[in-house]
């Protein structure tokens, strides 16, 4: 019996149908440029029972970015039923979802809509078949006369709901290929919908890590060293132990817990506890020496991540060299929701309840710990409250964390992040610094551009993928290597210097593209103005060979009125960038004031392909322009003597809502290959906002935040 019909002889047995999702793994291999190989993976399963209760199980996880909505619409169109009779439910783990383009069960790398599109749509599909054809057997008319709306299954006069039919469904030979409906036959894709998840997490149903609370969970804070690397070398906990409600303090691989009855009473007893640490090299790391260290390495030449002829020498023989040197801080991923895992050990088995984008992976690395087999390991995943990769850490930090706490406890615990914990003791984006030369001919277009890029490797650190191609981290180079602007530039060479140091580095939301985005599109509008040109039009003359930029880019100059006048005071700058499959234009609108930069206005063109959901694609949008906003206006972290200096939102500033710019986001129509909306609108934002403000001041920066900088508009 294969794994297909015994799903459906449990469903029987269940009284309902239960379908297994499955696309053609050559279409997966195929999205990846790679040879295609025979079979199929399973992913989530659709239940619809007896009782009209139709369920989806996702094996991607939620976080803010709308899966929980666009992947039912996609199935919901094929089953054809309304989107309100769906219900959707968080998976387990389980290797059948290893299935997503990075062959582990993880939702990130904006590659779940996208990915999934035909998966949930022949799973819609598949089912509606199974359910006519039993309402055909049923009634004894032809299936030709048989039509489906809404769950009910019309028959000649006769009406059955789908759950009527879900138990002889699950009877039926399951198709191997079933039609899909027409594009002018779809419902929900396409057209926008309303958040499913909105009305939970209004009236505060909706469950997150936090929330989890059940009758003898304790709760625990583990202080953790003040130096990055750092190590416990002794303590006292005779002060922490006297503080009421504390319960336990124990020893962990990361620092030292204190358990109690409630959040407070763990609080409380952390600041008394007395820990003498063992600083180790980190202690060393300064932020100003990190730069001045970064910036004599990216000023040589590092491994070949791209390269064209001889730049070196072709910059020598060009009419004009513009040369330019970035600096990047580290940044914090700052959820709103700060990092927590629950753990009940119990005999032979582990049940954890916690918001992860890498759930299959933390299962493996609690059952690592405890001597258990994986499948003795249950993850319940709730909602995340925001991850931007935070919640994807390949070592499982928290969740190893809370394992440790649980099992040398003996007791069902919490384990709870304040936010100033993840600020000083978490993963980070890297620190980079870029060193740009770039040869300009008579035409003032570049032809010769030497590029080179200091900073750690987050795949390296990762240690899930195997050791670097080439000594290269593309997520250290993406945005530079492959950018369409060196197309045209016959001589040029992308290098990158792989640094080593203490400090935990992951990816981040829109991951390499943070920076690199940043260099490239600054650069080229200081381009553009060396040579006298507009910088839509000079942009536009490089975009010639590469139609979806430059389509994102003219629908944006078009609605967002680039070539209007502003009003006395306001200055534009502009930004394009293709980041996971999806090309995005931005326009924004500032002035000067008090020294300080104000974004009254972004304008964003994105085109990604088929756009399932306008509507969550436009959200996403805003956000995308707020992280970026966020991360210009005030990202930075600073190390001193190994310590970060910044402690929570008083002083690691995010954007607030009056800070907050008018933003109108246009769709390009477009039937290219679809691509992801959670991350682009990242990395073209920052830029878009200091073209800007080289528009007000005539002054570049150089280096973020924004903030460092003091702002005088030019005479």
């Known amino acids: 019996m294969n794994r297909r019909s015994f799903l459906q002889s449990g469903a029987v047995l269940s009284g309902g149908l239960l379908i297994s999702f499955t696309i053609p793994q050559a279409n997966k291999l195929a999205a990846l440029g790679k040879t295609a190989a025979a079979g199929f993976a399973p992913n989530a399963f659709l239940n619809i029972a007896t009782d009209n209760t139709i369920t989806v199980y996702l094996s991607h996880v939620e976080m803010g970015q709308g899966i929980w909505t666009t992947l039912p619409m996609l199935l919901a169109d094929e089953l054809d039923v309304d989107l309100n009779q769906v219900t959707v439910k968080h998976s387990g783990v389980d290797k059948a979802y290893n299935h997503t383009v990075y062959g582990i069960q993880i939702t990130g790398g904006s590659s779940t809509t996208w990915s999934e599109f035909d998966r949930y749509r022949n799973a819609g599909a598949t089912a509606r078949i199974l359910l006519t054809q039993a309402a055909a057997k049923r009634s004894g008319v032809a299936i030709q006369n048989c039509k489906t709306q809404k769950g009910i299954v019309t028959a000649g006069d006769k009406k059955y709901t789908y759950g009527e039919l879900a138990a002889e469904a699950a009877l039926l030979p399951v198709p191997?290929?079933?039609?899909?409906?027409?594009?002018?036959?779809?419902?929900?894709?396409?057209?926008?919908?309303?958040?499913?998840?909105?009305?939970?997490?209004?009236?505060?149903?909706?469950?997150?890590?936090?929330?989890?609370?059940?009758?003898?969970?304790?709760?625990?804070?583990?202080?953790?060293?003040?130096?990055?690397?750092?190590?416990?070398?002794?303590?006292?906990?005779?002060?922490?132990?006297?503080?009421?409600?504390?319960?336990?303090?124990?020893q962990i691989p990361t620092g030292i817990a204190v358990i109690a009855d409630n959040y407070w009473a763990a609080q409380q007893g952390r600041k008394v506890l007395q820990v003498t640490w063992d600083d180790g090299p980190g202690a060393s790391l300064i932020t100003a020496k990190q730069t001045t260290a970064y910036k004599k390495l990216a000023a040589t030449d590092g491994l070949p991540a791209q390269k064209k002829g001889n730049a070196t020498t072709a910059l020598t023989k060009s009419a004009k060299l513009i040369s330019s040197e970035y600096v990047f801080p580290y940044l914090a991923h700052a959820p709103m929701e700060p990092l927590n895992c629950t753990v009940h050990i119990k005999k032979d088995?582990?049940?954890?309840?916690?918001?992860?984008?890498?759930?299959?992976?933390?299962?493996?690395?609690?059952?690592?710990?405890?001597?258990?087999?994986?499948?003795?390991?249950?993850?319940?995943?709730?909602?995340?409250?925001?991850?931007?990769?935070?919640?994807?850490?390949?070592?499982?930090?928290?969740?190893?964390?809370?394992?440790?706490?649980?099992?040398?406890?003996?007791?069902?615990?919490?384990?709870?992040?304040?936010?100033?914990?993840?600020?000083?003791?978490?993963?980070?984006?890297?620190?980079?610094?870029?060193?740009?030369?770039?040869?300009?001919?008579?035409?003032?277009?570049?032809?010769?551009?030497?590029?080179?890029?200091?900073?750690?490797?987050?795949?390296?650190?990762?240690?899930?993928?195997?050791?670097?191609?080439?000594?290269?981290?593309?997520?250290?180079?993406?945005?530079?290597?492959?950018?369409?602007?060196?197309?045209?530039?016959?001589?040029?060479?992308?290098?990158?210097?792989?640094?080593?140091?203490?400090?935990?580095?992951?990816?981040?939301?829109?991951?390499?593209?943070?920076?690199?985005?940043?260099?490239?599109?600054?650069?080229?509008d200081e381009l553009a103005h060396t040579a006298g040109r507009d910088p839509v039009e000079y942009r536009r003359s490089l975009f010639k060979n590469h139609p979806r930029h430059l389509a994102a880019l003219n629908l944006v100059a078009d609605k967002g009125d680039w070539e209007k006048s502003l009003p006395k005071g306001r200055y534009k700058g502009v930004a394009v960038h293709e980041a996971f499959g999806s090309y995005v234009a931005i326009i924004a609108e500032v002035s000067i004031n008090n020294g300080k930069a104000q974004v009254h206005k972004v304008d964003c063109a994105i085109d990604c392909g088929l756009a399932v959901n306008p509507d969550g694609v436009k959200a996403q949008m805003e956000s995308g322009i707020i992280f970026g906003l966020t991360m210009?206006?005030?990202?930075?972290?600073?190390?001193?003597?190994?310590?970060?200096?910044?402690?929570?939102?008083?002083?690691?500033?995010?954007?607030?809502?009056?800070?907050?710019?008018?933003?109108?986001?246009?769709?390009?129509?477009?039937?290219?290959?679809?691509?992801?909306?959670?991350?682009?609108?990242?990395?073209?934002?920052?830029?878009?906002?200091?073209?800007?403000?080289?528009?007000?001041?005539?002054?570049?920066?150089?280096?973020l935040p924004i903030m460092n900088t003091k702002l005088t508009l030019k005479a």
């Open 176 to 250: 191997q290929q079933v039609p899909l409906r027409a594009k002018t036959e779809w419902k929900y894709i396409g057209k926008g919908s309303r958040r499913i998840d909105a009305g939970v997490k209004t009236n505060g149903e909706a469950k997150f890590g936090m929330d989890i609370q059940f009758p003898g969970l304790l709760t625990a804070l583990v202080a953790h060293a003040p130096v990055i690397g750092g190590k416990v070398k002794s303590y006292d906990a005779t002060k922490a132990k006297a503080v009421p409600g504390v319960r336990q303090i124990v």
């Open 349 to 524: 088995s582990c049940e954890i309840w916690t918001g992860t984008q890498l759930p299959g992976i933390d299962q493996v690395g609690a059952a690592k710990i405890l001597n258990l087999k994986p499948e003795q390991v249950k993850i319940n995943v709730a909602f995340l409250g925001g991850g931007f990769g935070r919640r994807a850490t390949p070592g499982s930090d928290f969740v190893v964390e809370a394992v440790h706490i649980a099992k040398a406890s003996g007791k069902p615990v919490k384990m709870v992040w304040t936010r100033e914990d993840d600020m000083k003791s978490g993963y980070y984006r890297p620190f980079f610094v870029h060193n740009v030369k770039v040869g300009l001919d008579k035409n003032d277009l570049p032809v010769a551009w030497k590029h080179n890029i200091a900073g750690q490797s987050i795949m390296e650190g990762a240690g899930m993928f195997g050791p670097l191609k080439d000594g290269i981290d593309d997520t250290s180079v993406e945005g530079v290597k492959g950018s369409p602007y060196l197309d045209s530039v016959p001589d040029h060479y992308i290098g990158l210097h792989n640094t080593k140091e203490v400090v935990p580095v992951l990816w981040f939301r829109s991951v390499g593209h943070t920076h690199t985005a940043y260099v490239m599109e600054t650069m080229m």
């Open 632 to 703: 210009a206006l005030y990202g930075e972290l600073k190390l001193e003597n190994g310590r970060v200096q910044q402690n929570n939102f008083y002083d690691y500033r995010i954007a607030r809502m009056n800070e907050s710019p008018e933003i109108n986001v246009f769709i390009v129509d477009s039937n290219e290959k679809m691509g992801g909306a959670g991350e682009c609108a990242v990395p073209p934002t920052a830029p878009a906002i200091v073209n800007a403000i080289f528009a007000a001041t005539g002054k570049r920066i150089y280096n």
